[in-house]
């Protein structure tokens, strides 16, 4: 059975840095279009940040150049670094497939970190 473990989140003041990492039990991400995504309180979850199976990245228009996402796939495991967080990004922060390419459906979700932001 696939389990995706996030860790990495905290509480941090506005303006700082956090870098959460994702890896999995039962599957590897090498060949696999990955993603980040999050979901704030009460909204709806979104798409943070992508790498595909060969390494081409892309990001949210909210990111706005704050965020860098990247893979290992020898060590099985992607990562997310934020720089100058913003009290808007506070939400629980997932990782899964970017199942909406069509290459890999998705995994049952983790249970995600939290990453709190205060000003």
């Known amino acids: 059975q696939v389990q995706l473990v996030e860790s990495g989140g905290g509480l941090v003041q506005a303006g700082e840095s956090l870098r959460v990492s994702c890896t999995a039990s039962g599957t590897r991400f090498g060949g696999k279009d990955m993603a980040w995504y999050r979901q704030a309180a009460g909204k709806q979850r979104e798409v943070v940040a992508t790498v595909s199976h060969d390494f081409k990245r892309d990001y949210a228009d909210f990111v706005g150049g704050r965020f860098t996402i990247s893979r290992d796939d020898v060590g099985n495991k992607i990562h997310l670094q934020m720089f100058s967080l913003k009290v808007e990004d506070t939400a629980v922060y997932y990782c899964?497939?970017?199942?909406?390419?069509?290459?890999?459906?998705?995994?049952?979700w983790g249970q995600g970190t939290q990453v709190t932001v205060v000003s």
């Open positions: 899964n497939t970017n199942f909406r390419t069509g290459n890999w459906g998705p995994f049952p």
